[in-house]
């Protein structure tokens, strides 16, 4: 059984940076695609990174493009996202989420059938 348990979430200044980490277990097999998503409250979840664990693959939401970034550490099957440059709209509830293959890294929630509990991110002005 495939768990997901996300870290790293906190209250941050506009500007700043939190890295956060999502543990990865119960994989029957190495290759599968993992990412972030978000959800503020009274908005639709949103896609913002994920990437294949075969390498190379990878998707960014424009929204976050240049500013965060998705990395997975295959050694112990953890995912992280390095956010930079936060603005106080990025606060939300923010999710790892898992599809086994076959699998395209993307945004859409529809796509991934693994989901952790969330972790917060706030932002404040």
């Known amino acids: 059984q495939v768990q997901l348990v996300e870290s790293g979430g906190g209250s941050v200044q506009a500007g700043g940076s939190l890295r956060l980490s999502c543990a990865a277990s119960?994989?029957?097999?190495?290759?599968?695609?993992i990412g972030w998503f978000r959800q503020a409250p009274g908005k639709e979840r949103e896609g913002l990174a994920s990437?294949?664990?075969?390498?190379?693959?990878?998707y960014y939401a424009d929204s976050v493009k240049g500013r965060f970034t998705i990395a997975l550490d295959n050694t112990d099957n953890t995912l992280y996202l390095q956010m930079n440059s936060l603005k106080p709209e990025d606060t939300a509830m923010y999710y790892c989420?898992?599809?086994?293959?076959?699998?395209?890294?993307?945004?859409?929630?529809?796509?991934?059938?693994?989901w952790g509990r969330g972790t917060q991110v706030t932002v404040s002005s």
């Open positions: 989420a898992a599809e086994i293959p076959p699998c395209v890294p993307s945004g859409r929630s529809s796509d991934f059938n693994s």
């Open positions: 119960g994989f029957t097999t190495s290759r599968y695609c």
């Open positions: 990437i294949w664990t075969g390498g190379v693959y990878t």
